[in-house]
Each structure stands twice: as C-alpha cells, then as structure tokens.
C-alpha cells in the first residue's frame, strides 16, 4: 500500500506521534484494589468466586497497551478464568500499526499477547463489583467488542476504548494521549478516596 510520503518522512511522523505522549514508563506501579466507589477493598477482600474488572496497562516495544481484565476471582485473589478486552490492531505485524497512526486499520478486541503475563503489568487498578455491577459492565464490553472495528493512534485508540467502559461505570476518565501507563494511574488516582486505594 503506497502512502504517498517517503520512508524516512513516516518515520519522522510517528516519531512526533509517540514524543507527543509522556516520555517513558516507569517501572511497575503497585496493584490498586477498591470497591466500584473508589474506596478501600476490606482487609480480607476477597470473597470465593466473587466477581471484579481489572483496568490495566502492559510494557511493549512501544508504549504500551490499555486493556480490561474481567472475570472472577477465588478467597486469595486469583483471576478464575479471566477474560482480556482492548482495542489494538488485528495484526501482530508492525504495518498496520504504523499506518494506524494516519488512517484507521481493522481492529481485534480481544486479548493479545503479553496481556496476562505479570512480567509485562506496568500498572493496574482492580475494582470489586457486585453480581449486578459485574454483569452490566460485561453487557456494555460484549456490545463494545461488536461495534469496534478500526483502530487509529489518535482516535480509536486503546486508551479510548477502555475509557468508554470506565465512562460507562460512571468513572471520570484522563486524556487519551497518554501513554497507557500515565493512562491506567491516572484513572485510578481520578476515581478513588485519597489514601482510600491500596496496593494488593
């Protein structure tokens, strides 16, 4: 596919793409639990099978990638299950990627790699629902992974897409061009009580 600008030009763009987001990732930032009003999980939080959505963010050869985790866990919190929504190109190869920061590319909404792996959390706010909670955000995400079809850096990114969910649940969101570690802090430092929040 001919883009119309030389090599070095595409590269000149994304380069001011990406310098247009923070710098650089910290190192990983403490696992966050709370409640869905943004206050401290109990000190034994964690009720066998009970149900939670996980914001999350993830180390890559770029900056990163925002995503949900969701599913259930057990009395010592462990996922049971879990399942991985996000928005990022379809393809693993690093064309579409570079073109999606100029023109839309087809899109996947599901779990990509390095996603689960702990090695590569960069940060990460987990918050308790109830049954109810729990089902109508897993509602919103299934009718989100059915509408969602291009993602494009500056727009439809991943940041978007997981803001729209946390939007859903009534959370105040950040900008969308941050990297997606800034992203996931400051979601989490925008929507829980002060000292309220704590490291799992």
């Known amino acids: 596919m001919k883009l119309g600008i030389g090599g070095l030009s595409l590269v000149t763009l994304v380069a001011l793409a990406l310098s247009s987001c923070q710098t650089e990732d910290k190192s990983p930032q403490p696992r966050f639990t709370s409640d869905s009003r943004g206050t401290k999980a109990a000190s034994a939080p964690y009720k066998s099978s009970q149900h939670f959505i996980e914001f999350r963010s993830r180390y890559a050869l770029t900056y990163g990638h925002t995503y949900v ?9 462990n996922m ?35 996603d689960l792996e702990e090695q590569y959390r960069s940060a990460s706010w987990r918050v308790m629902l109830t049954d109810d909670e729990y089902n109508d955000v897993v509602a919103f995400i299934r009718k989100q992974q059915a ?12 940041n978007n897409w997981v ?6 649940m009534g959370y105040k969101t950040p900008g969308i061009w941050l990297r997606p570690q800034q992203f996931i802090t400051d979601l989490r430092e925008m929507n829980t009580v002060g000292s309220s929040s704590h490291a799992a």
């Open 163 to 168: 803001g729209e969910i946390a939007r859903h």
């Open 80 to 114: 049971i299950d879990p399942e991985v929504a996000g928005l990022a190109p379809a393809s693993p190869d690093a064309a579409p990627y570079v073109i999606g920061h100029f023109l839309p590319v087809p899109a996947t909404t599901g779990q990509t790699d390095g």
């Open 69 to 77: 985790v969701f599913g259930q866990v057990d009395k010592d919190g």
């Open 147 to 158: 509408n969602s079809h291009v993602w494009q850096a500056s727009v439809d990114n991943c």
